[in-house]
């Protein structure tokens, strides 16, 4: 379809909401109108021609009393029929009872096209129209000879011919007039819809690498995010033209957005689909398709969107330490975090791959950046790029130009997966950088300022099928993109000092600190000896000042034996500092073998947790004190105490040996640190920044001097003239 074509129709269709629509609803309202009856409009068309037979044939079954009406799907030679006498031009014939007749006419389609009307919400509009006495204008509007909203060749009132409105144009015609309609409701413009050269490059790259393998046969085309349904109808007639019609697809996809699924079910319809092979409702959390897996996925993903409408479906207890069960097994591996799902659409797709064919599966999906690299090493993204180059089923990703989507001018790649690698791909990922590859349009629409032209979709194509390395095609190992995170730590140096201020602080207990501190200042002594009477103004400060405590908590602070177990302790610190003294310790180690032995000798009432709590209380962290030793094993090998504070992270790339590399880039720059083995966790990301970059040398000197000098020359006169003035 040509843009001409495709902006008459838009600019005729927007025309009508502009004439009709208008002061009966808000402008952002006119979509709920408009689409369907586009709809309407373009499957009237198709029953037009056979509609005489069609009201024989209902009059005769009714004879008969032959209540199943799926018969006429044999008449029409479309899966769906209208089985009342009305079309859209007869309609306007009873201008009187045009609103009772609509009526009539909707009721009579077949029960495909009723879950159309009614994911549309179209009924609840009719009222309306009928109050504002506009159903006779809006259906004129539509019947109009000079549009041709059907898919056949159409003649207009001067016997001209107007070109058919494929199902691929009637794509691109919804977007346009979705885009305008969520404009004029200050929404998201194009949020669901995938520019057809993109979709184009996809299908290319998803067929043209096994279109001579594809014999006779059966395969299924699956989206997982399907929208209006433009991947599928393209994946399909692409597969048609590339295999030489040799096989038989069938297109199966799931939406959650019940209008854009009543557009996709439609035009479904119209090229007869079976629309029961287009699942309702949130791939996510109920998927549509559990036991079937695919040939051919393909998918443009909501990316930066929350999950958390489905992760009771998917998860238990989300993000609670040792207690998050994954409940969906398509969602094993791990989980992104909830602001964003697309990973999970990606997995969901990997979930239904076919591991018995000859020809597997292969994967075509549209992603931001943030699905390359965002995650730590182990977290749900990182371990979901893990799971599938580790299984060796990404082939390429390809960086798409800025701005040629509607709704975003940021990065979008799109990675291209497969589980029967040829094998000079085998253990290796391609990336093309094909940010550079695209024309400028004339008009911006929504974001996109651009697109993707034949030569470019060909030329893309053609460095997929080539698999060499150019200035824009790059190709590493697997491996390339993995790391191990590394645990870098470096001890713990304390110096520690008993003073009575210090050891003031065991009077309280840890947890309790400021409940305490209050309550020992406000009533002093008495906290040892009349607690239980201090009981109601102590509970009526926690409640004034909104502290809720734990049960546990709450009864320490209310007990007599606690406060009195607290003042024991500070009392035995208190002869502790009698025999141990006040001077500075800088050895940690040897000021805690005192205090243990002397805290034996002398029978003091502090046990092993008191202990280690006076000294905390009394010790401070010193660069320039002995490293605290945690312990000394058998072998006279010594563990130190590791300093958090001082705790860094390295990654190392998986082909470079971990104790090289932190001998090289930590160790000989800070000779005391150690790696905590135990913590290493291995982890992928792609960086096209990087592997893309051209270093620009800086300017010289000298060139920068001429620079200033020159701009010195010629703003002198300028100056000059200033000050004359």
């Given at each position: 379809?040509?843009?001409?074509?495709?902006?008459?129709?838009?600019?005729?269709?927007?025309?009508?909401?502009?004439?009709?629509?208008?002061?009966?609803?808000?402008?952002?309202?006119?979509?709920?109108?408009?689409?369907?009856?586009?709809?309407?409009?373009?499957?009237?068309?198709?029953?037009?021609?056979?509609k005489e037979k069609v009201l024989e044939t209902v009059e005769f079954m009714k004879k008969e009393?032959?209540?199943?009406?799926?018969?006429?799907?044999?008449?029409?030679?479309?899966?769906?029929?209208?089985?009342?006498?009305?079309?859209?031009?007869?309609?306007?014939?009873?201008?009187?009872?045009?609103?009772?007749?609509?009526?009539?006419?909707?009721?009579?389609?077949?029960?495909?096209?009723?879950?159309?009307?009614?994911?549309?919400?179209?009924?609840?509009?009719?009222?309306?129209?009928?109050?504002?006495?506009?159903?006779?204008?809006?259906?004129?509007?539509?019947?109009?000879?000079?549009?041709?909203?059907?898919?056949?060749?159409?003649?207009?009132?001067?016997?001209?011919?107007?070109?058919?409105?494929?199902?691929?144009?009637?794509?691109?015609?919804?977007?346009?007039?979705?885009?305008?309609?969520?404009?004029?409701?200050?929404?998201?413009?194009?949020?669901?819809?995938?520019?057809?050269?993109?979709?184009?490059?996809?299908?290319?790259?998803?067929?043209?690498?096994?279109?001579?393998?594809?014999?006779?046969?059966?395969?299924?085309?699956?989206?997982?995010?399907?929208?209006?349904?433009?991947?599928?109808?393209?994946?399909?007639?692409?597969?048609?033209?590339?295999?030489?019609?040799?096989?038989?697809?069938?297109?199966?996809?799931?939406?959650?957005?019940?209008?854009?699924?009543?557009?996709?079910?439609?035009?479904?319809?119209?090229?007869?689909?079976?629309?029961?092979?287009?699942?309702?409702?949130?791939?996510?959390?109920?998927?549509?398709?559990?036991?079937?897996?695919?040939?051919?996925?393909?998918?443009?993903?909501?990316?930066?969107?929350?999950w958390k409408n489905d992760v009771d479906a998917i998860v238990d207890d989300r993000g609670k330490?040792?207690?998050?069960?994954?409940?969906?097994?398509?969602?094993?591996?791990?989980?992104?975090?909830?602001?964003?799902?697309?990973?999970?659409?990606?997995?969901?797709?990997?979930?239904?791959?076919?591991?018995?064919?000859?020809?597997?599966?292969?994967?075509?999906?549209?992603?931001?950046?943030?699905?390359?690299?965002?995650?730590?090493?182990?977290?749900?993204?990182?371990?979901?790029?893990?799971?599938?180059?580790?299984?060796?089923?990404?082939?390429?990703?390809?960086?798409?130009?800025?701005?040629?989507?509607?709704?975003?001018?940021?990065?979008?790649?799109?990675?291209?997966?497969?589980?029967?690698?040829?094998?000079?791909?085998?253990?290796?990922?391609?990336?093309?950088?094909?940010?550079?590859?695209?024309?400028?349009?004339?008009?911006?629409?929504?974001?996109?300022?651009?697109?993707?032209?034949?030569?470019?979709?060909?030329?893309?194509?053609?460095?997929?099928?080539?698999?060499?390395?150019?200035?824009?095609?790059?190709?590493?190992?697997?491996?390339?993109?993995?790391?191990?995170?590394?645990?870098?730590?470096?001890?713990?140096?304390?110096?520690?000092?008993?003073?009575?201020?210090?050891?003031?602080?065991?009077?309280?207990?840890?947890?309790?600190?400021?409940?305490?501190?209050?309550?020992?200042?406000?009533?002093?002594?008495?906290?040892?000896?009349?607690?239980?009477?201090?009981?109601?103004?102590?509970?009526?400060?926690?409640?004034?000042?909104?502290?809720?405590?734990?049960?546990?908590?709450?009864?320490?602070?209310?007990?007599?034996?606690?406060?009195?177990?607290?003042?024991?302790?500070?009392?035995?610190?208190?002869?502790?500092?009698?025999?141990?003294?006040?001077?500075?310790?800088?050895?940690?180690?040897?000021?805690?073998?005192?205090?243990?032995?002397?805290?034996?000798?002398?029978?003091?009432?502090?046990?092993?947790?008191?202990?280690?709590?006076?000294?905390?209380?009394?010790?401070?962290?010193?660069?320039?004190?002995?490293?605290?030793?945690?312990?000394?094993?058998?072998?006279?090998?010594?563990?130190?105490?590791?300093?958090?504070?001082?705790?860094?992270?390295?990654?190392?790339?998986?082909?470079?040996?971990?104790?090289?590399?932190?001998?090289?880039?930590?160790?000989?720059?800070?000779?005391?640190?150690?790696?905590?083995?135990?913590?290493?966790?291995?982890?992928?990301?792609?960086?096209?920044?990087?592997?893309?970059?051209?270093?620009?040398?800086?300017?010289?000197?000298?060139?920068?001097?001429?620079?200033?000098?020159?701009?010195?020359?010629?703003?002198?006169?300028?100056?000059?003239?200033?000050?004359?003035?």
């Amino acid at each position: 379809m040509d843009h001409k074509s495709h902006n008459q129709i838009v600019s005729f269709i927007w025309g009508i909401a502009d004439d009709v629509l208008r002061d009966v609803f808000v402008r952002g309202k006119y979509r709920d109108i408009i689409l369907p009856f586009t709809v309407l409009r373009r499957l009237d068309a198709l029953l037009v021609p056979t509609k005489e037979k069609v009201l024989e044939t209902v009059e005769f079954m009714k004879k008969e009393k032959i209540d199943n009406l799926s018969a006429l799907n044999s008449i029409t030679g479309y899966p769906f029929w209208n089985s009342s006498r009305f079309t859209f031009e007869n309609l306007l014939h009873d201008a009187d009872n045009i609103d009772s007749n609509l009526e009539v006419y909707l009721d009579g389609f077949s029960p495909n096209v009723q879950e159309i009307i009614s994911k549309f919400k179209l009924r609840n509009q009719l009222e309306t129209m009928k109050e504002s006495e506009i159903t006779y204008l809006l259906i004129e509007k539509f019947a109009s000879k000079e549009i041709n909203l059907s898919p056949v060749e159409a003649l207009n009132g001067k016997s001209e011919k107007l070109p058919p409105l494929t199902n691929l144009g009637m794509g691109y015609v919804f977007e346009e007039l979705i885009r305008k309609f969520n404009e004029e409701n200050n929404e998201e413009a194009g949020e669901h819809f995938t520019p057809r050269e993109i979709i184009k490059l996809m299908t290319h790259i998803m067929f043209t690498p096994i279109k001579d393998q594809i014999d006779k046969g059966t395969y299924l085309i699956y989206d997982p995010a399907s929208g209006s349904g433009g991947m599928l109808t393209e994946a399909e007639e692409q597969a048609h033209e590339l295999t030489g019609n040799k096989a038989t697809f069938y297109l199966y996809g799931q939406e959650v957005n019940p209008e854009t699924y009543a557009i996709c079910t439609s035009d479904m319809l119209i090229k007869g689909e079976k629309p029961e092979n287009i699942a309702f409702g949130s791939t996510l959390s109920k998927d549509g398709f559990e036991n079937f897996s695919f040939d051919f996925m393909l998918s443009n993903p909501p990316y930066g969107k929350s999950w958390k409408n489905d992760v009771d479906a998917i998860v238990d207890d989300r993000g609670k330490k040792d207690k998050e069960k994954i409940k969906d097994d398509r969602f094993q591996i791990g989980l992104p975090t909830i602001s964003d799902g697309q990973l999970l659409f990606l997995m969901n797709m990997v979930s239904k791959m076919k591991h018995n064919t000859e020809l597997g599966s292969r994967i075509a999906s549209v992603h931001n950046g943030s699905a390359l690299f965002t995650g730590d090493a182990g977290g749900g993204e990182s371990e979901i790029r893990r799971h599938i180059i580790e299984n060796d089923w990404l082939e390429c990703i390809i960086a798409l130009p800025k701005n040629i989507f509607y709704n975003t001018g940021i990065p979008t790649y799109v990675w291209i997966l497969s589980n029967r690698k040829p094998a000079n791909r085998k253990g290796k990922v391609q990336l093309i950088n094909a940010l550079d590859l695209y024309v400028k349009l004339r008009k911006n629409l929504g974001e996109k300022n651009c697109e993707l032209t034949e030569e470019h979709i060909h030329q893309i194509t053609q460095l997929y099928m080539d698999f060499e390395e150019n200035e824009i095609s790059k190709i590493y190992p697997n491996e390339h993109f993995g790391y191990n995170k590394i645990t870098v730590e470096r001890p713990l140096r304390l110096s520690a000092q008993f003073t009575a201020e210090n050891i003031a602080a065991l009077r309280f207990d840890k947890g309790l600190q400021d409940e305490m501190t209050w309550a020992y200042e406000k009533f002093g002594e008495k906290v040892y000896t009349q607690l239980d009477e201090l009981k109601p103004q102590i509970e009526a400060y926690l409640k004034k000042h909104e502290i809720k405590l734990k049960p546990a908590s709450n009864k320490k602070l209310l007990s007599q034996k606690f406060w009195n177990d607290q003042l024991e302790i500070l009392q035995a610190a208190e002869q502790l500092m009698s025999l141990v003294g006040t001077q500075q310790h800088d050895d940690f180690n040897l000021l805690r073998d005192l205090v243990k032995d002397t805290v034996k000798q002398e029978g003091l009432k502090l046990d092993a947790k008191a202990q280690k709590r006076t000294l905390e209380v009394i010790s401070w962290k010193n660069e320039e004190a002995e490293a605290v030793i945690k312990k000394t094993e058998k072998d006279g090998t010594i563990i130190y105490e590791a300093d958090a504070d001082l705790r860094d992270t390295e990654k190392v790339p998986l082909d470079e040996e971990i104790e090289v590399y932190f001998d090289r880039e930590v160790f000989q720059h800070v000779s005391d640190a150690w790696i905590d083995h135990s913590k290493t966790i291995k982890g992928y990301e792609i960086s096209f920044t990087r592997y893309f970059y051209n270093y620009v040398p800086p300017r010289s000197i000298e060139e920068i001097t001429a620079e200033i000098l020159q701009l010195e020359r010629e703003t002198d006169g300028i100056l000059n003239e200033i000050v004359k003035d």
